[in-house]
């Protein structure tokens, strides 16, 4: 299959028509790759909309583009049949139960997948924007194997992942967005480890570049990229794929998924089959 993983620039909109074309120009931009990942909070941009007060202001902002949810997800349905793949649309806020959730919404060519709920709160999030977690994982079954997600900081936390590893997840999907380039690494580190540990692939997509109206993504650091464990099967360093810091643009890999079962079972090592020896540590 073909992957494609974006570093995204967050852009300013006067209609939502210009979002549209931004969206739909970076689809078809992504020439034919079946599975298209997109940020965390690259939805945010959408807060334009609503003139310059609207988006200077954290709370605003988010009524803002949850406003548009249902337009968003109409885009992307259309351009996921359109073009017979499948779209990990970037992450923004749900009001469901008062505060909301940060959701990242899965297409395919046929209809909505599925979507994951971001589950561990940054110091940010929790503290300054109030966005709230909402536990539990999810486990999507699509045509190109069993996908799991995890949003940004959650990548950071091995025991999230490692549940996704037993539910036996090939494609691990990581959106992220991350003002530093400290932050930036704790996500990278953590998806190559999550790569490492789970022998699976996981994909990367950052938001990059400044946005100067917008204090919650007033600076974006990192790089896309693709992970594959460095186990004999896939390349030495674990990068399968990546692109320039802070360049906008796609990130995009070939890799036959049977290679994560073959992982697996045949490795130089097998950190997928050994976890278990890892939970029982004994002091002496």
């Known amino acids: 299959m073909k992957i494609a993983a974006a570093a995204y620039p967050i852009d300013w909109f006067e209609t939502f028509a210009e979002y ?15 599975l298209l990942v997109f940020p965390e909070y690259g939805a945010m941009e959408l807060a334009s909309l609503g003139g310059r007060d609207v988006a200077g202001d954290l709370e605003a902002s988010l009524h803002e ?3 548009h949810a249902e337009a968003v997800a109409a885009l992307h349905l259309k351009l996921a049949a359109q ?5 990990l649309a ?9 505060r909301p959730f940060n959701r990242a919404v899965l297409y395919g060519p046929d209809g909505v997948i599925g979507h994951q709920d971001k589950q561990i709160m940054t110091r940010f999030e929790r503290e300054t924007w109030d966005v709230t977690g909402n536990p539990g994982l999810r486990v999507f079954d699509t045509a190109l194997g069993r996908i799991g997600i995890l949003i940004c900081y959650d990548s950071e936390f091995p025991l999230l992942g490692r549940v996704l590893a037993e539910a036996g997840v090939d494609l691990i999907l990581v959106p992220s967005c991350t003002d ?4 930036f690494t ?7 480890a999550r790569a490492l540990e789970s022998q699976c692939v996981v994909i990367h997509s950052p938001t990059v570049g400044d946005c100067d109206w917008m204090p919650a993504l007033d600076e974006n650091r ?8 460095p186990d004999g099967f896939w390349p030495e360093t674990g990068i399968i794929a990546e692109g320039e810091m802070d360049q906008p643009g796609w990130v995009m890999a070939r890799i036959d998924i049977a290679r994560v079962a073959q992982s697996r079972r045949d490795g130089a090592v097998l950190p997928f089959a050994h976890w278990p020896e890892s939970q029982k540590p004994v002091l002496i």
């Open 222 to 229: 990192g790089r896309a990229a693709i992970y594959g464990p």
């Open 83 to 87: 073009h017979g793949c499948h779209i």
């Open 20 to 34: 549209e074309a931004k969206i739909t120009k970076w689809v078809a931009a992504a020439d034919g790759a079946d």
């Open 65 to 67: 583009v949850a406003r």
């Open 186 to 192: 704790r996500v990278r580190i953590g998806s190559m």
């Open 90 to 98: 970037a992450s923004g806020p749900v009001f469901e139960a008062g």
């Open 180 to 183: 530093a380039v400290a932050g």
